[in-house]
């Protein structure tokens, strides 16, 4: 069975950092591009960022420069660390694993980010 389980949230103050995990089983990892959603209350879930099984990142015009994805094969993880984080961030963050040759992609259950002072 597939699973992504996401970790590393909480509530953190204005200007604050989280490092949020997701660890894959389940999946050849290699074969993976993996990703961060988020979904704020109110709004559509939105892509935060994502790397490739060669490490090429892209973010969403929001969180460049101040949130980095990373990943660690032999761990099959992918990670987010999130930093100088605002209240706008506040969502749930999701992991997304989407094969790189086949129309198949999977989703964790969410970890809570609450911004707030």
């Known amino acids: 069975q597939v699973q992504l389980v996401e970790s590393g949230g909480g509530l953190v103050q204005p200007g604050g950092s989280l490092r949020l995990s997701c660890a894959a089983s389940?999946?050849?990892?290699?074969?993976?591009?993996m990703g961060w959603y988020r979904q704020a209350p109110g709004k559509q879930r939105e892509l935060v960022a994502t790397?490739?099984?060669?490490?090429?990142?892209d973010y969403a015009d929001s969180v460049k420069g101040r949130f980095t994805i990373s990943r660690d094969n032999a761990k099959n993880t992918v990670y987010l660390q999130m930093n100088s984080l605002q209240p706008e961030d506040t969502a749930v963050y999701y992991c997304?694993?989407?094969?790189?040759?086949?129309?198949?992609?999977?989703w964790g259950q969410g970890t809570q980010v609450t911004v707030s002072s």
């Open positions: 997304n694993a989407e094969h790189i040759g086949r129309r198949i992609e999977y």
């Open positions: 790397i490739t099984v060669r490490y090429n990142t």
């Open positions: 389940g999946i050849i990892f290699n074969f993976y591009t």
